[in-house]
């Protein structure tokens, strides 16, 4: 076997990832097997170690060689131990069974005559301790701090300390003199002891809550009283004293490490205890207002000490000048050429900006600039903090903005954009009618900029605010531009990039086809031949059918040139013989419609009434999520995964109070509240064939083309592809519940080689026979497979389920 060197050398030379693979395998087996020789020297076991590690590294498999690092540790070579302990902090962990055998060589190594074998057991107790390892060891860490007066071992010990308190709350009544003594040693006292120190503290602070015992009270008084001590500290560090810590300086700060550990202690103070340090509040102030005042912010370490502070500042009921001052120091660092600070300083300004809107109103101008920078991350948050500054007097100068950057925006920025458009609908939703006509213009803008990114869940919200907008002048205006730009691209013959803004064109022309007669290239035949144009470059789309059988059957009673009537009515009966069932069932349905007389159709193709939804709570602007950025308007989710979920579904739902009425079979567009009218003709007025809203909840039905790909107790899986084409599919999965589903999950997984990106599933919630959908896009190369999990939480039982389909 060849050294080290040898073996990283021969894995990054590999050309492949089979012959990577070969490597990795054979020298792991070579590992193994030399090391089931007892005689090898402990030489070649340490080298054998070296190997491992990296290994481990490159995350593969190492625990054939756990007993191995107990082996190292008890060599009395300090060589040995060191590389003994290291392997057993990186392989093994609390849950191990194998630290059994670790307390008495930890035990043998804490009471070691060199100090550097007792820091090589503190190091590893505190990386690997369990409650069990924290109660057999304490007192040896206690003997340490008790009789040591050497600085290296008691900054590790009492570091350690913090850590067993962490796995063992019981373990604070004993540590907890501790920090007084170090603080008031003048022998022993360092710039690795006061930090060590408040660790301590720190963790005394953090896990008191976890403490059963009635002294508690005592044990925090007696630190409390601490608080002048490390105010003085802090203070000498802050206005340049301190002889002893200048060589701890680090780009132009002294001893940065040690200031932020001080604030994060007095931080914890008052968040945990603020009776406790109110005698000290004054002070404690002052001393803020001079680091946030004298730390300068030339190099990254004043920039840590700046941000810890801030940080303190807003974790209690500061005055509200020293709040502003806060802002400020944030609103500075926003303004540095360094991205790592762009980002915690807008992070930590979206935390404050409820507490002091107006302060941070100022500092917008520099945020503006944020979203526009090349870092994705840096844009993420500044157009969250765009979105948490609006407000009724600034809104329209914002969402300008807002809109210079979807305009600059491509595919890269995709997250973003849906971010973006969520946010702006539901600020939209909040604000009242006075602003239809600015809303209804912003709309049209974003629909123009990004529409090739909108999914189509999200286009009916602007067809809401078009259908809704209260000065028929201003709509007729934008209908009839959304309508003549569409023409005018259309002109080519090929599919268009933007399909919402076809969309929107297709829905306009069925329901205002009248008012823009005539206007720019709006003619009879224009809007029919468009419709045509639409319903063949779109055969596989079914939204779109579904849009343009329902504008040809509304444009039919809009015209009065018979030929293009018939026209409409033969583009809606090619429809009659479609392999989708729900086109099928509409077209027949609307070719039925299309036969009765004229005032009967007029009744029933009546334009379409207000739309009436629950608006949002204000709270429901929100920051990305995990997976996208999709937003919130009913409730959060319970778990990290439910934040796939699009709940801005829920408004298709539609108040049972003011609409009692029962609910559509199916709705695919937004005027299929029609379809299922052909047999019934009212009684007074056609006001009554909208009563059911558009907004009612969609019902899905399983297609007939899709196969079974899953059966269980509890749903049944269908699967469908949209389209395949060369390195990517568009697939969809249909569950249909047995039983009752109180809440439903699906996890997918596709093979390396392959990316899947998910639509929201339409609903969580399912009752018996009814089927919920998700879509996904998988993007790559090669067979299609999926592995499905499914979390089905019923209301008998719960169970997981993963298995493979090669579809």
Request: glycine share 4%; proline share 4%; hydrophobic share 40%.
């Amino acid at each position: 076997m060849g050294s080290l060197r040898t073996f990283i050398k021969d894995v990054r030379s590999a050309k492949t990832l089979a012959e990577e693979r070969s490597i990795i395998t054979k020298e792991s087996a070579k590992i193994r097997t030399k090391l089931k020789d007892d005689h090898i020297s402990l030489e070649r076991r340490r080298k054998y170690i070296h190997k491992l590690l990296y290994l481990y590294i490159l995350g593969e498999k190492t625990h054939f060689a756990q007993v191995e690092c107990i082996n190292l540790i008890a060599s009395e070579e300090f060589v040995d131990k060191r590389m003994g302990y290291l392997a057993a902090i990186l392989l093994l962990d609390e849950n191990q069974e194998l630290l059994t055998l670790l307390t008495n060589l930890l035990n043998n190594d804490l009471n070691h005559q060199s100090r550097y074998v007792v820091s090589l057991a503190m190091n590893a107790l505190g990386a690997l301790a369990s409650p069990e390892l924290a109660r057999d060891l304490y007192s040896d860490i206690k003997n340490i701090l008790d009789h040591s007066r050497d600085s290296f071992l008691l900054k590790k010990a009492l570091v350690c300390a913090a850590k067993l308190i962490s796995k063992d709350a019981s373990l604070l009544e004993i540590f907890a003199p501790y920090p007084a003594k170090m603080l008031r040693s003048k022998d022993s006292i360092s710039h690795g002891v006061l930090i060590g120190t408040n660790k301590l503290i720190q963790a005394i602070l953090i896990h008191s809550a976890q403490y059963e015992f009635d002294n508690l009270n005592d044990i925090i008084q007696s630190l409390s009283n601490l608080i002048p001590d490390l105010l003085a500290k802090l203070g000498s560090l802050t206005l340049g004293g301190g002889s002893a810590n200048s060589h701890y300086s680090a780009g132009g700060c002294l001893d940065p490490f040690l200031q932020v550990e001080l604030m994060t202690t007095l931080r914890l103070f008052l968040q945990n205890f603020p009776q406790q340090t109110e005698p000290a509040k004054n002070k404690l102030l002052d001393a803020l207002t001079q680091v946030a005042t004298y730390t300068p912010t030339s190099s990254n370490s004043n920039t840590a000490v700046l941000y810890e502070a801030v940080r303190t500042i807003f974790s209690f009921k500061a005055e509200h000048a020293l709040r502003v001052l806060g802002v400020n120091v944030l609103g500075n660092l926003v303004a540095s050429k360094d991205c790592n600070i762009k980002y915690v300083s807008l992070n930590a300004l979206l935390d404050v900006v409820s507490v002091e809107p107006q302060a941070v109103q100022r500092h917008r101008k520099f945020i503006s600039k944020c979203i526009f920078d090349p870092d994705v991350s840096i844009k993420k948050r500044a157009l969250e903090m765009t979105f948490a500054l609006l407000n009724p007097t600034n809104m329209k100068e914002l969402v300008a903005e807002i809109l210079a950057f979807l305009e600059k925006s491509g595919e890269n920025d995709k997250p973003l954009i849906l971010y973006c458009v969520d946010q702006l609908i539901l600020v939209f939703d909040m604000l009242d009618a006075s602003e239809d006509k600015w809303k209804l213009d912003v709309i049209v803008k974003v629909l123009k900029y990004v529409g090739q990114f909108i999914p189509v869940e999200k286009i009916t919200d602007a067809l809401i605010m078009i259908n809704n907008t209260s000065d028929l002048d201003h709509k007729k205006d934008v209908v009839a531009d959304i309508v003549n730009v569409a023409l005018e691209n259309d002109s080519s013959g090929q599919p268009d990039e933007n399909l919402a803004w076809r969309m929107v064109s297709i829905w306009c022309i069925g329901e205002y086809g009248d008012l823009i007669l005539g206007i720019g290239k709006s003619s009879e035949e224009s809007l029919t031949n468009y419709l045509y144009e639409s319903d063949s470059l779109h055969r596989d789309n079914t939204t779109v059918i579904h849009y343009v059988l329902m504008a040809a059957l509304k444009l039919s009673i809009k015209i009065q040139t018979p030929m293009l009537i018939e026209r409409l009515r033969q583009l809606i009966k090619s429809h009659t013989q479609n392999v989708n069932l729900m086109i099928q069932i509409k077209a027949v349905q609307y070719d039925i419609i299309f036969n009765q007389p004229t005032a009967v159709k007029a009744a029933l193709l009546e334009p379409m009434p207000i739309f009436h939804k629950k608006l949002p709570d204000a709270s429901a602007v929100k920051s990305f999520t995990s997976r996208a950025p999709q937003t919130t308007a009913k409730k959060p989710a319970k778990k990290e995964d439910d934040l796939l979920i699009d709940l801005l579904g829920d408004l298709s739902t539609p108040d049972s109070s003011s609409n009692p009425q029962q609910p559509v079979k199916t709705s695919n567009d937004l005027l299929s509240g029609l379809s299922d009218l052909s047999s019934q003709v009212p009684q007074n007025n056609g006001n009554n064939v909208h009563s059911t809203p558009i907004l009612t909840k969609t019902i899905i039905n399983v297609p007939n083309d899709a196969i079974s790909i899953h059966s269980s107790e509890f749903v049944e899986v269908f699967s469908k592809f949209g389209s395949v084409s060369s390195g990517l599919a568009e697939l969809s999965l249909f569950l249909r519940a047995k039983k009752n589903i109180n809440s439903l999950q699906i996890l997918v997984a596709v093979p390396k080689s392959q990316v899947a990106e998910f639509g929201p599933l339409s609903s969580h919630k399912l009752a018996s026979n009814e089927v919920a959908k998700q879509s996904l896009k998988i993007l790559g190369g090669g067979k299609v497979k999926l592995r499905v999990k499914l979390n089905i939480d019923s209301n008998e039982d719960q169970f997981d389920h993963k298995y493979d389909v090669t579809i």
